[in-house]
C-alpha cells in the first residue's frame, strides 16, 4: 500500500475514534446520567444501562478508544515528521525560540498526563436525606 493509502487509512480511523469518544462522551453526559441526577430526572434512584453496560463501563470503552487514538495520532505524526519539522522551522526562526517552545509544548503535555496520577481527590460524606426528614426545627 503506499503511503497516500496509509495516511488515508489512519486519518479516517483517527476521524472514528473521535467521533466515537464524542458520541460516548454524550451518552455518559446527557443520556446514562450519575446518580444523583437521577433523582432530578426519574424521581428515585436507578441504574442505567445501554446494552447491558453502566455509565462506568462506557467510560473504559471511551478511554480505550482515547488510547487507540493516541497510537494513530503517534504513527500520524512519524509518519509526518519531516513535514513537520520543516514547517514548523519555517515558522518559528529562530534555533533559541524553537528549543523554548518544545520544551514548553513537552513539559505542558506530560502536565495533562501525570496530573490524573497526583491529585488528591476530595473526599465528602453523602448528605442523608433520611436524617433531614426526622430532624425538627430545634435540632438545626
Not at 515528521?81 to 525560540?97: D, F, N, P, Q, T
Request: aromatic share 14%; charged share 20%.
Amino acid at each position: 500500500m503506499d503511503k497516500s493509502r496509509v495516511n488515508l487509512v489512519i486519518d479516517a480511523l483517527m476521524f472514528l475514534c473521535v467521533m466515537a469518544m464524542t458520541g460516548i462522551g454524550f451518552l455518559m453526559k446527557f443520556i446514562l446520567l450519575p446518580g444523583k441526577d437521577t433523582w432530578a430526572v426519574y424521581g428515585r434512584k436507578v441504574e442505567l444501562f445501554l446494552f447491558g453496560m453502566d455509565r462506568h463501563q462506557w467510560g473504559t470503552i471511551h478511554l480505550i478508544t482515547a488510547f487507540v487514538f493516541l497510537g494513530f495520532l503517534a504513527l500520524h505524526i512519524i509518519l509526518h515528521w519531516k513535514m513537520i519539522w520543516s514547517i514548523y522551522g519555517r515558522l518559528i526562526g529562530g534555533g533559541v525560540a524553537r528549543r523554548i517552545i518544545v520544551t514548553i509544548f513537552v513539559v505542558v503535555s506530560v502536565f495533562f498526563v501525570v496530573f490524573p496520577f497526583v491529585v488528591k481527590p476530595e473526599i465528602q460524606e453523602p448528605e442523608r436525606k433520611e436524617r433531614h426528614l426526622h430532624e425538627s426545627p430545634a435540632d438545626k
